[in-house]
């Protein structure tokens, strides 16, 4: 089973993707993804790799998941 510890960029894209967001917007290092109903977008920066762990918690939780269905959906890329 995966841990949040070590997504990378490119999976928490394709997750995000899969889901339905879109790249609002790329500034400074960050990129800002989200979908209309969404409360607030995931953000996250693209020069840290692996993203770090909070950031990940903070997506699950914006993305209205569980933790469970994350890496099921990980696990299935």
Do not use: C, D, Y
Not at 3 to 19: G, K
Not at 42 to 47: G, R
Request: net charge positive.
């Amino acid at each position: 089973m995966r841990n949040l510890s070590n997504i990378t960029i490119v999976e928490l894209r394709a997750i995000l993707a899969q889901r339905g967001l879109t790249v609002e917007r790329t500034k400074g290092g960050h990129e800002m993804w989200s979908k209309e109903g969404m409360p607030r977008p995931v953000v996250f920066q693209t020069h840290k790799q692996p993203i770090p762990e909070f950031v990940v918690q903070n997506a699950i939780k914006t993305l209205g998941m569980t933790k469970k269905e994350f890496i099921a959906l990980l696990e299935s890329l």
